[in-house]
């Protein structure tokens, strides 16, 4: 276990992590995850903290896997979503997060669909804020957890190499990884269609690559994002179709991937997309290991957070 005190009240990006952080981070989720393959998988570790589930965007994944991880943690827990809270009656932000804040709460988890709204939150009150995701910025528990994977299935991450493939634009998933992937000394490779490709991450070391073979052919990881529709306000390639033929991993270009080479997905997956189902539910594919990991890392960053509260 890294020496490391955690000291944070927030987990707003990566951005903000130090490696050992990070490692941190990792090492906790570790023994975390040793307690959901027990019989009993609750501790009494945040006995008495109550945490607010506040997912102003849509989420399977992240929302299900914060709130079991509350549960196995022993928090009290209130969930609200945008459509059912009184933002819909013009309520900003700011007042909501006050009102929260007025009734105690310890810790907002929190999805929003623009970029900062969790750093401006931070700033604003005194509980603690966990971002679950905020606009195309920035999803550090995604990161985690899919770095998590990577350490637990290779045993390292220094000299990977490491590809992240779709649409890196509008990617809080693929920006996060790049950030948390570098600090961790991988070497990481981002391939799409070149309007997809922003060339900011070539600035920080990072290879850009319009060439799905050139890409997937070395890469000890292939990390597959979906094309983010809701985020898009313009046409960056021709058809889903054309893209699928030309960056999907099917049936054709898995012959060009190493065969201990993990494929991963943050999911939503897009079947027949980015990834052919073969694939996805083939034996390089570690995404559902990546979704029970997530748990663990969940916990991890729970308990640290809520240890330095208050
Ligand atoms: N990977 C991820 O963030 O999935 P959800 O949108 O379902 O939470």
Known sequence: MAETKWTKKDLLSMEDLSVDEINLILDTAEEFKKVNERNVKKVPALRGRTVVNFFVEPSTRTRASFELAEQRLSADIINMSASTSSL????????TGKNI???QVDLIVMRHSAAGAQQFLAKNLRCGIINAGDGAHSHPTQALLDIFTIREKKKKIK???????????????A???????????????????PTLLPKEFEKIGVKLCDNLVDAISDADVINLLRIQHERQRAAYFPS???????YGINADTIKYVKKDALIMHPGPINRGVEIDTAIADGDQSVILEQVTNGLAVRMAVLYLVAGCLG
């Open 88 to 95: 819909t009656k013009g309520e900003t932000l700011l007042d």
């Open 159 to 173: 000299g990977l190499k490491v590809s992240i493939i779709g649409d890196i634009l509008h990617s809080r998933v």
């Open 175 to 193: 920006r996060s990884n790049i950030i948390g992937l570098l600090k961790l000394g991988a070497k990481v490779t981002i391939a799409g269609p």
């Open 101 to 103: 804040e007025a009734l």
């Open 240 to 246: 889903i179709s054309e893209y699928a033929s030309i």
